[in-house]
């Protein structure tokens, strides 16, 4: 029995399973127009935003942690001193997404029935700070530096051998909070995944009070009112961001190949490699005929697509979907903001192509190092 | 006041004197004007304003995560700055200076609160993004805020980078060696990044593993000696440093955008 | 204005805020231009200059040498014939191309699904492999097994298609080449050819601007650039960072970094042997710098040896010192040289350099290529520096001066008295130093004082001399024989005879003929008695002199005394003693006692003393001021701490510890040394000082040549740090040589023998003689003198056997009975002998002390084969050799060593290689060369042995081992004369 | 007018007219001067804080490094023979130095499997990893064994006296097609 649990948990965690499956489940759980908030509610989606859910919630973590721990494989991962912040991290950011959907939920009953939002019933009342907010403040970090002491006294901070430049740890992992960005790795080049990537998701993020110009929504939780950024943001925060990182920590060993949380940590693992580029593909695989030798004509249908995809789909999608969106924000919003968006929308898309069609680079010019 | 109504402590008594009426100005807060006064005197408290709406008060809407992140920044500072006492960053001590922590100084646990620290300051900063973004508080007049809370976030990171390559073991230069090798895949001034062979001009090579993005980050070509004296000074001096103004403006702006966020 | 709350117009404040903005704009700008320009950059644009020119030479002579090469030609002709072949036919093959292409693409398509299912099928083998680890899941096992036979029979198939694919291709392929396949063979020819002048011209194109593309002149103009200079700049400062040499830093020792490359751009190159500096290739690339060499510049670096601030990139704090007050002055216009006061080490001057090489080979007696340091070295040995100053190098060294324990059996008071007065008068070369007449003490007073204190110390000398009982010279002498004795037995080996002041320069080979003392005025100095029993036995008046015993016969050494007892010096003798002054003797005493004692009690103890007391009081106290024990035996003085500075590290010693006086010279240490050893005393011009507190250290009158040699030598007395790793490594081979070294130096051997290529000083009288005596012209003599000098020691070790080494050492014995001139007896100990036979063996790395053995016997067929090679009908080797007591015939000077001693003396082993080859072993040995090495399998004679050339030299080797060893008793039955001599067993054929 | 403000709390609120006025005073201003000064400085102060970001930026690179080498030289053309595999440098710098028919190229001597130094069979003419026996062609092509892909091939170039300099800092992959990079190689 539990062995065809973790089997089924070895295979559910894989990205190919889970990244899709989280993708849809935030469609729902979050959802970002009335369409999808419909079919949350007809499902009883938002019922886990209630103390009931959240119980639920809690207790089903636990539990999976607790069956977990029993195996030896999972404990040795989890259990890693550098590794317990993100198992903390796991609860504290599940904690506090049921918190804040919570509060937005029974906030947003108050505003269909024409009441404010919590928030603004309270802000009615002044308080002095001294001394309610210092003091709860003074308690906050006191605990703070109790959970900081008996955390260091828990747990030894790590230290491995000595540096040795010639010898590579298999694998060898980047800080935990750039995991992310190392398991985007896996489907895009250094170039992208570690500098383009990290600087447009700063910029974007830089960007958000100046594309999200809905008025309502400040100052209180709600999710009605911001259906579509929240919807978003839990796309780019929990599965891109999150989800990535956990990836990256539990679930990628040697030759970062892909090992379930109950699977051992085999260095011999193999997974065939049989990624091909666009251009072999539509080249040798569609056409059958050599790969021309010249650059551009090469990759040209990689330089077609991906100006389809930046080009054209922020119109399409300007008279379909995002119509009301692109009122409000205007052409210059409206396209920054769609182009983000599409950049975000790339690393599934690419994952996508990765795992249906082998395919390595939509445009590959190794002689520049310029691969997409 | 129902707290602090046991007659007059000694305490209390100090606060008249003139030494203590020099140092503390209001006394001990008894009264609502008193109360006011504290907020408004004190260097430390006028962070805060004198008085808030109620819901700013409640944990379950603010979570604290702002001001425990600046509170672990300084438990960060001081555990940092004794660490500096024992550590040298050379590639001939730094790993046998972070041994000795542990076996040979007295509460070399310093280290532990360090890393600990450290990590949980980059947890409790990104759940205070997170909970800016759940209330919306990045909204007008707050937008600049949230563009330096942004900077902030990714200095934290950086900080953190940088101080996980100061024990020198395998660990740490491994991760570096990793999170540096993407500096070296920079567009145009990453050696091994796109573009980088079209600022060449004939056979000239301007861009080249001893110049590029990624040697100007570890002062070598690859992680040693220079690496870890740079990262040593970004940590210590350099990132707080930077760290600090942005936290000022941080902290200004929260007051002068009409405080902590609300319905309006 | 006031009511707009303003105070400063507004225009005033921008054009301000302007001219505050433009000045901070200049400055920013000063600092860049100082950042940018520094000297070595120019040093590098003149390089490049240099380098331009260079190549283009090279690049010139060696076109031009390819041109004229027929080779060459023939093959261009050849290329643009294959050329026109291949344009004609393979090229126009268009058809053959493009099917060549589209079987490419195939065969690429190919190659990549089988490269994927590979990947599919290690894949599938890893899953099958985890399915059977795993024996519960039965059904994954099967689905395993199946997917793998599945991509197995794919990838068979597959591999099968790939290989006919490319069997295919490269038919075609086969095809396409075979039409240029002569093209490019010759191309290739080419290419290997030209290689030289293309490299060349590649090096050309890389950096002469005037060759380059367009692209690639800009490129070259802006990447010297300030700022962009980052990237890629073409001057750029060069170093080397040296591991294992270290700097001392006080707290702890860092690896040297050497930049002196950045402006000595050609240091490393043998083409710039002629440039000007910076640029000049250093000298003798063999032993410095280059790779091969024992000092690559990657190793060693510049400073370690030559010293300097290795870090420095400009002039001056690169720590340069100037050789002169001229030169100073020059590079102070030049560069604007300053002298860098602030760093302990500077750069060696180019007079001195090789003070730099004594650091790591302090244990070497002779260095190889410092020969102005090994000069130094040796004068400090022959001076004696080391009896007064500690030095380690010459810590267990016997003292420098004879021993004056027995003196009143030597020589007369009268003439000790003028000896220690002017020891040049009386023998103008000593190397005994001058006490008086010096700069510190000829005022008057100090005259009168002088000539007091030598009286009490020749007092002293004499009181405490101990009886030496001499017997009757048991014959009478003759002088002409003795003058002969003298000339040819090897006395000139260490000696002279006659005032022969020094001529020239001081050389290793005229300190080897100033070893023992110039015997000039022997007949002055001491008694024919104490000559006699000194030549005789020297040991038994002095028990540590380096005088050996050449074991003369009581007639000959008679004869010898003659001689030398006839050498006078008149203008000696007439030197006036003064007489001794009670009252000045009065004063010195009553100086010293008020040292121990109160005035009072010393004028007390004074007037208690008698004269002689006196004398011998003041006496003593003056020899222990002066230092005389430090080089010579005195009783009395014999637990004495050496009366000078230690000089070990004299070289490291800071400047400020230096006291330069009132002498105004340049205050550098090299100038001290000089000025300390041109006049020791010097230091207390203009100095108020009572007697005690001069400097008495005392003249050597050194020439300016030995000044220059000694300062360099004493310069090198540095402390060794930081070079651990790089001194000559303390080996037992190395230690064994350099203790034979030092016991060669000591005794002088290589005044007689050749020794590891140095040495044989004494050829010059033997030549004499041959002149003199056998009535040979100059030319002949000089081209004999070898035959009559003592061996060349070249390759001892591998050549004799230690045992028989060991004896020959410990009692010589006559090996080539021709030679006039006798190996002497010395009084070796064990320790003397072991180290000397550990010294020839390591020097030849040769196993010690045991060797193999070899079988010597002979069959019947071999010993006859092996006789008639040695008759005269081949080899003829009786023609020189002694055999047995059959001397050849012929002159003395074609004769050879006797055969009977091979079996005990020569070494199996190097009989083989000697025959085979003599010239490889013994260069200019007069054995002549029986096998030609060119053309070995061919040269021997081809009727004996099958004419096996390696057997014929074994057999002979063998049949050697057969000519029987003289035993001593014949020896003695020809030698009667051997009977009076006991401590020699065989006698040297000296006598006629 | 020539008294300083010092207590413009107190003298502001006594002149609520001041405002107005001050627009004729900057209209009054020289408008020459006003042009020509203004910029001037303004250009100027952004060149020297843009001279300041560059010099930060130059002073990020050294000139000198103190990093081990990372090249060696490898002697010239002619010590090797065609089709010699020189294991020379395999010790102290982990490289094969192989001269083919046409050109010469330096291989790591790290079995791309993990990380054993393979050995060089010079009779079956191919590279032997003793680990896992992952075989390797002379070019370092792997053709059995567990090694997912070929040996890499360090940069090789000739120096300016002729000598050959291997260069480690730089690898170059067959299966990204990087051997055909003309730093690969030498030709002979």
């Known amino acids: 029995m539990a062995e065809s649990i973790k089997h089924f948990i070895n295979f559910a965690a894989n990205p190919k399973v889970l990244f899709p499956c989280l993708l849809i489940l935030t469609l729902f759980m979050f959802p970002g127009n009335d369409k999808l908030l419909a079919i949350n509610k007809r499902l009883g989606l938002y019922k886990l935003w209630t103390k009931k859910g959240g119980i639920f919630l809690f207790s089903f973590m636990l539990l999976f942690f607790i069956f977990g721990l029993t195996d030896p494989n999972f404990r040795l991962i989890v259990t890693k001193p550098d590794n317990v912040p993100i198992v903390a991290l796991l609860f504290l950011v599940n904690f506090f997404l049921w918190l804040s959907m919570k509060q937005a939920w029974e906030n947003d009953a108050r505003i269909a029935k024409g009441q404010p939002p919590q928030e603004a019933e309270d802000a009615k009342e002044k308080i002095l700070v001294w001394p309610d907010l210092v003091y709860i403040e003074f308690i906050a970090l006191i605990l703070c530096s109790a959970l900081l002491l008996a955390w260091a006294c828990a747990l030894p901070a790590p230290l491995e051998e000595p540096a040795n430049p010639s010898v590579s740890p298999n694998p060898s992992k980047a800080p935990w909070y750039f995991l992310g960005l190392q398991e985007m790795l896996v489907y895009f080049d250094p170039w992208l995944a570690g500098v383009v990537f990290p600087t447009i998701i700063m910029l974007g993020f830089m960007c958000i009070p100046f594309l999200d110009n809905n008025k309502k929504g400040c100052g209180y939780y709600t999710f009605n009112e911001r259906k579509m950024a929240i919807s978003i943001f839990m796309f780019l925060w929990l599965v891109l961001w999150i989800f990535l990182m956990t990836t990256g920590t539990f679930l990628r060993g040697p030759n970062w190949n892909f090992f379930g949380p109950f699977e051992y940590w085999d260095i011999h693992k193999l997974e065939a490699l049989t990624n091909i580029n666009l251009s072999e593909y539509i080249y040798m695989i569609l056409l059958k005929q050599p790969v021309p030798e010249n650059i551009l004509l090469r990759e040209i249908w990689g330089f077609l697509a991906l100006g389809l995809y930046f080009g054209l789909t922020p119109i399409l999608l300007a008279l379909t979907f995002l119509k009301n969106v692109f009122k409000q924000l205007g052409v210059l919003r409206y396209s920054i903001f769609t182009f983000l968006l599409l950049c975000a929308l790339s690393l599934p898309i690419k994952m996508f192509l990765r795992w249906a069609f082998n395919i390595k680079y939509i445009v590959a010019i190794p002689e520049f190092f310029f691969n997409i | ?264 | 204005m006031g009511k707009d709350e303003r105070h400063y117009n507004i225009n005033n404040l921008n054009i301000l805020f302007a001219c505050a903005s433009l000045i901070l704009l200049s400055a920013l700008g000063w600092l860049f231009v100082k950042d940018y320009s520094r000297p070595w950059k120019k040093h590098q644009q003149d390089f490049r200059a240099l380098e331009v020119e260079q190549t283009r030479v090279k690049l010139d002579s060696s076109s031009s040498a390819l041109a004229s090469n027929p080779e060459y030609q023939a093959l261009q002709e050849e290329l643009t014939k294959a050329r026109e072949a291949y344009n004609a036919q393979c090229r126009q093959n268009e058809a053959l191309q493009k099917e060549i292409k589209s079987l490419q693409a195939h065969d690429d398509s190919l190659q990549q699904q089988y490269r994927f299912t590979k990947s599919e099928f290690d894949a599938a083998r890893y899953r099958l492999e985890i399915a059977k680890e795993h024996p519960g899941a039965a059904a994954y096992l099967v689905k395993a097994q199946k997917e793998y036979a599945d991509v197995e029979s794919k990838l068979h198939k597959l591999l099968v298609d790939t290989q006919s694919s490319a069997d295919t291709l490269k038919a075609k392929n086969d095809v396409n080449a075979q039409c240029g396949a002569q093209l490019a063979e010759l191309e290739r020819k080419e290419r290997e050819l030209a290689r030289q002048k293309n490299f060349l011209s590649r090096k050309l194109e890389n950096i002469d601007p005037g060759e380059m593309t367009f692209v690639n002149q800009m490129a070259n103009l802006i990447r010297d650039l300030p700022i962009i200079d980052l990237a890629n700049p073409n001057n750029k400062i060069k170093q080397v960072v040296l591991k294992d040499i270290r700097e001392d830093v006080n707290f702890l020792e860092v690896p040297k970094v050497d930049r002196c490359i950045t402006c000595h751009l050609g240091i490393d190159n043998p083409d710039y042997a002629n440039m000007p500096q910076p640029f000049r290739t250093h000298p003798n690339l063999e032993l410095y710098l280059g790779k091969e060499s024992t000092h690559p510049l990657e190793e060693f670096g510049c400073t370690v040896c030559h010293g300097g601030r290795g870090r420095g990139t400009d002039f001056t704090t690169a720590a340069h010192t100037p050789s002169s007050e001229e030169q100073a002055q020059e590079w102070e216009k030049k560069y604007r040289w300053q002298e860098m006061r602030l760093w302990e080490e500077p750069m060696l001057p180019l007079a001195q350099t090789e003070a730099g090489c004594f650091k790591c080979h302090a244990g070497q007696s002779t260095i190889k290529g410092a020969d102005k340091l090994n000069l130094g070295l040796e004068l400090i040995e022959k001076a004696g520096c080391y009896g007064c100053h500690f030095i380690e190098k010459y810590k267990d060294w016997p003292q420098p001066g004879p021993d004056l324990t027995k003196i009143a059996a030597k020589v007369s008071k009268e003439w000790a008295y003028q000896w220690i007065e002017n020891p040049k008068a009386f023998r103008p070369d000593t190397r005994m130093p001058s006490f008086y007449h010096l700069s510190n003490n000829s005022d008057p007073e100090s005259m009168i004082r002088g000539e007091q204190e030598i009286h009490a110390i020749v007092h002293y000398l004499f009181q405490h001399s101990e009886e030496f009982p001499m017997e009757k010279i048991p014959s009478t002498g003759d002088a002409h024989r003795g003058q002969d004795i003298v000339e040819s037995v090897g006395c000139f080996a260490c000696h002279q005879v006659g005032s022969n002041p020094q001529e020239g320069k001081t050389t290793a080979d005229s300190l080897r003929r100033e070893h023992g003392p110039n015997l000039i005025g022997l007949g002055r100095k001491t008694t024919k008695e104490w000559i006699y029993h000194w030549v005789k036995n020297p040991p038994r008046y002095h028990p540590a002199t380096r005088m050996p015993n050449l074991r003369l016969t009581d007639q000959e050494a008679a004869d010898v005394v003659e001689y030398l007892a006839s050498q006078q010096t008149p203008e000696f003798d007439q030197q006036a003693i003064p007489a001794l002054d009670p009252q000045v003797v009065d004063r010195i005493t009553l100086e010293f006692l008020k040292k121990s004692l109160s005035n009072k009690a010393a004028g007390e103890k004074l007037a208690a003393m008698t004269l002689d007391e006196k004398l011998l009081f003041s006496g003593e106290k003056l020899i222990g001021s002066y230092g005389c024990y430090g080089c010579h035996t005195i009783a009395g003085f014999e637990e004495m701490k050496k009366p000078g500075t230690e000089l070990t590290e004299e070289g490291s010693k800071a400047l400020h510890n230096l006291d330069f006086g009132f002498v105004h010279i340049d205050h550098t240490k090299p100038a001290w040394f000089a000025q300390k050893l041109h006049d020791p005393r010097s230091f207390d011009k203009d100095k108020v000082k009572i007697w005690e507190e001069k400097l008495k250290m005392p003249n050597f009158y050194f020439s300016e040549q030995e000044i220059d040699a000694m300062t360099t030598a004493l310069l090198g007395f540095v402390e060794a740090k930081g070079i651990q790793d790089k001194i000559v490594p303390r080996t037992p081979e190395n230690l064994y040589i350099e203790e034979g070294q030092k016991i060669i130096r000591q005794l002088n051997c290589q005044s007689c023998h050749m020794i590891e290529g140095e040495g044989g000083t004494i050829q010059e009288s033997v030549k004499q003689w041959l002149i003199k005596h056998d009535g040979k012209s100059a030319d002949e003599a000089a081209a004999i003198v070898l035959s009559f000098s003592p061996p060349n020691l070249v390759g001892e070790g591998k050549k004799v056997q230690p045992q028989w080494l060991f004896d020959f050492l410990h009692q010589p014995t006559t090996i080539r009975p021709w030679l006039k001139v006798r190996m002497p007896t010395y009084t070796f100990n064990a320790d003397h002998l072991n180290s000397l036979l550990q010294y020839f063996n390591a020097l030849d790395k040769e196993p010690f002390p045991f060797t193999d053995n070899v079988d010597v016997n002979l069959t019947q067929e071999e010993y006859l084969a092996a006789e008639k090679l040695f008759s005269d009908e081949y080899f003829d080797c009786a023609k020189c050799h002694i055999v047995g007591d059959k001397m050849p015939g012929g002159s003395p000077e074609n004769w050879a060593p006797n055969f009977a001693l091979a079996k005990t003396r020569l070494k199996p082993g190097w009989i083989l290689e000697w025959m085979k080859n003599p010239a490889a072993l013994l260069p200019g040995t007069k054995m002549p060369t029986y096998f030609d090495p060119e053309n070995y399998h061919e040269s021997g004679p081809p009727d004996i042995l099958n004419g096996d050339e390696d057997t014929q030299i074994r057999v002979l080797r063998n049949y050697l081992n057969t000519i029987a060893p003289l035993t001593t008793s014949q020896e003695t039955k020809k030698n009667p004369e051997v009977k009076e001599a006991p401590e020699t067993l065989v006698a040297p054929a000296v006598s006629k | 007018m020539n008294t300083p403000v010092t207590s413009s709390s107190q003298s502001a609120p006594v002149q609520p007219p001041s405002r107005p006025v001050q627009k004729p005073d900057d209209a009054n201003m020289d408008r020459r001067s006003f042009i020509k000064w203004l910029p001037l400085g303004w250009a100027a102060f952004a060149a020297v804080v843009a001279g300041y970001g560059t010099l930060v930026l130059r002073y990020l690179f050294p000139n000198v490094l103190f990093e081990p080498k990372q090249s060696f030289l490898a002697g010239t053309i002619d010590d090797y023979t065609a089709g010699e595999v020189s294991e020379r440098f395999k010790e102290r710098y982990g490289v094969w130095v192989v001269r083919d028919s046409e050109k010469i190229y330096a291989l790591s001597t790290v079995c791309t499997h993990l990380g054993c130094t393979p050995n060089w069979l010079a009779s079956e003419a191919k590279f032997k990893c003793p680990c896992h026996g992952s075989g390797f062609y002379k070019t370092g092509i792997n053709f059995e064994g567990p090694a997912p892909r070929p040996l890499e091939r360090f940069k090789i170039f000739l120096a300016d006296d002729g000598e050959i300099v291997v260069d480690k800092t730089q690898k170059f992959q067959q299966e990204k097609g990087e051997w055909i990079d003309p730093d690969s190689y030498i030709l002979a």
Not at chain 2, 116 to 145: C, D, I, Q
Request: aromatic share 14%; with cysteine.
């Open chain 2, 1 to 264: 006041m129902p707290y602090f109504d046991s007659g007059e402590s000694l305490f209390e008594k100090f606060c008249k004197t003139q030494v203590g009426r020099a140092i503390f100005r209001t006394g001990i807060p008894r009264n609502q004007r008193q109360r006011m006064m504290i907020m408004l005197n004190g260097v430390f408290l006028h962070l805060h304003p004198v008085r808030l709406p109620k819901h700013a008060v409640k944990v379950k809407y603010t979570w604290c995560m702002g001001g425990l992140s600046f509170f672990v920044f300084l438990v960060l500072t001081v555990t940092g700055i004794l660490l500096m006492f024992y550590y040298r960053p050379t590639v001939e001590y730094a790993y046998g200076d972070i041994i000795d922590l542990k076996e040979q100084v007295p509460l070399g646990l310093m280290r532990e609160i360090h890393r600990w620290g450290a990590h949980l300051m980059v947890v409790t900063v990104w759940l205070h993004m997170f909970r800016v973004f759940m209330t919306g508080s990045y909204k007008p007049p707050r937008e600049f805020n949230w563009v330096i809370g942004v900077i902030l976030l990714v200095l934290t990171m950086l900080m953190s980078f940088t101080g996980y390559l100061l024990p020198w073991d395998q660990l740490a230069i491994w991760a570096i060696t990793v999170g540096s090798n993407m500096a070296g895949a920079t567009p145009l001034v990453g050696a091994s990044g796109p573009g980088a062979s079209l600022l060449a001009i004939g056979d000239v090579n301007f861009i080249t593993s001893s110049s590029d993005a990624r040697f100007a980050m570890l002062g070598g070509r690859f992680v040693g000696e220079g690496a870890l004296l740079r990262f040593y000074v970004l940590h210590c001096i350099g990132l707080p440093f930077v760290m600090m103004i942005f936290m000022i403006v941080h902290f200004w702006r929260v007051r002068k955008d009409g405080g902590i966020s609300g319905p309006t």
